[in-house]
């Protein structure tokens, strides 16, 4: 059996199991997250802070009540981070074929054809980040399926893969 036949009839977190390469890939991958994740969460934060404390110190001058700011809501909040991610990870990986977080670990994402993705390809594949717990979930779900083990669900839709 082939390499490619190996890996289109197995499911891909048996292959990984098997592969030191393959399990260092994905820790490689999921520390680049981390670190994108942090590189978009603390501008945020930053920003969401100072507009907070902004409309605190409107609401003591004018004595006005009842403004607030919503963002730190449990639920909206990694929704806006994560759609922020989103579209940074689409951006560098069409402008450069990596993020800040895959730089630093050495890991690039490119085409089935060995390209940078164009836009709407680098969007297709950084849809779930839109929440931590979905991306988590693509993980899973590209290693629980058969195929390429170096893919996750979202890679294989948009026919890329992170090297």
């Not at 909206?76 to 940074?88: A, E, N, S």
């Not at 980040?129 to 083990?149: E, F, Q, R, S």
């Amino acid at each position: 059996m082939s390499k490619q036949e190996a890996e289109t009839s197995t499911i891909a977190f048996e292959l990984v199991l098997k592969n030191e390469d393959l399990q260092e890939r994905w820790i490689r991958r999921i520390v680049a997250y981390i670190i994108d994740f942090i590189t978009v969460l603390i501008p945020i934060t930053v920003i969401f802070i100072v507009i907070s404390l902004l409309l605190q110190m409107f609401t003591l001058l004018t004595g006005m009540k009842g403004l607030n700011f919503p963002f730190f809501d449990i639920f909206l909040y990694p929704f806006i981070v994560g759609t922020t991610q989103m579209f940074y990870s689409a951006y560098f990986e069409n402008l450069k074929g990596k993020t800040f977080g895959k730089h630093l670990m050495n890991l690039k994402t490119k085409t089935l054809n060995q390209e940078k993705p164009k836009i709407d390809v680098a969007l297709l594949r950084n849809l779930t980040k839109i929440h931590p717990l979905i991306v988590i979930l693509d993980m899973l779900a590209g290693l629980a399926t058969k195929g390429n083990p170096n893919q996750k669900l979202t890679d294989r839709i948009a026919k890329t893969t992170v090297t």
